[in-house]
């Protein structure tokens, strides 16, 4: 099992930024990328972006040079640098570890709750 918490959420002016950290406990050695995924009201959950165990990263097309993801050497934590921050971005922001394993069920997702990102115009 892996639990992950969020923090950082808040309210920011647009043009501002905001760093989002995902801490995860538990069977951390398992984990094999951790992403992040926001949800606006009344749309459908997307992908932010997510790193890899070996640090490669990825992110959606419309974030590019905006957003950056990073972890600590343990890899336990992960940020969500987010910079020039626009109204549109408001959303709550999710941190999803994926972990792999040699037994059954072979595959898990694992989610946060949640942190609250509000971008005023």
């Known amino acids: 099992q892996v639990q992950l918490v969020e923090s950082g959420g808040g309210l920011v002016q647009a043009g501002g930024s905001l760093r989002l950290s995902c801490v995860a406990s538990?069977?951390?050695?398992?984990?094999?990328?951790i992403s992040w995924y926001r949800q606006a009201p009344g749309q459908y959950r997307e992908f932010v972006g997510g790193?890899?165990?070996?640090?490669?990263?990825s992110y959606a097309d419309s974030l590019k040079g905006r957003f950056t993801i990073s972890k600590d050497n343990a890899g336990n934590t992960v940020s969500l640098q987010m910079n020039g921050l626009k109204p549109e971005d408001t959303a709550i922001y999710y941190c999803?570890?994926?972990?792999?394993?040699?037994?059954?069920?072979?595959?898990?997702?694992?989610w946060g709750q949640g942190t609250q990102v509000t971008v005023s115009s």
């Open positions: 790193i890899n165990s070996d640090g490669s990263t």
């Open positions: 999803s570890a994926h972990q792999e394993l040699r037994v059954p069920p072979y595959a898990d997702d694992f």
């Open positions: 538990g069977s951390t050695s398992s984990i094999k990328s």
